[in-house]
């Protein structure tokens, strides 16, 4: 588990604006990690964090930077589960989240945002 930087980016609700906004980065040889698409807003998680925002911005997106959770978790039954109920009991609320696993891949990982990073890394403590 660990405490990552996501660009937050407005994109337009339309045929291929996901496809431009990533091609943005392509463009520049940056690797996507992680994308969640809602609506009308895109949460990345990229392999160079600076240069892709400087990359958006130069082509007129409209960026927002979060600090947000990725958390590990092993391809099995009821993982996600335990961590969703960890936080819940703990009072704490998931705002979003978006992950993905490989075919065949031993763990999944996970991007969640909580208003209160620090204490959901101290109840998930052990769960990777």
Request: hydrophobic fraction near 45%; glycine fraction near 8%.
């Amino acid at each position: 588990m660990e405490k990552i930087m996501e660009l937050y980016v407005v994109v337009e609700n339309r045929p291929g604006a996901l496809g431009d906004l990533l091609g943005c980065l392509v463009s520049e040889k940056i690797n996507i990690e992680a994308v969640g698409l809602f609506q009308d807003v895109a949460k990345l998680s990229v392999s160079d964090f600076d240069r892709a925002k400087q990359a958006l911005m130069k082509k007129k997106y409209q960026v927002e930077t979060r600090e947000v959770l990725r958390v590990h978790l092993d391809n099995k039954p009821g993982s996600f589960a335990f961590v969703a109920s960890r936080l819940g009991a703990a009072g704490m609320n998931i705002e979003y989240c978006y992950g993905t696993v490989g075919k065949g891949q031993q763990k999944a990982s996970v991007i969640i945002d909580v208003d209160d990073l620090d204490r959901a890394m101290t109840v998930l403590k052990g769960v990777e």
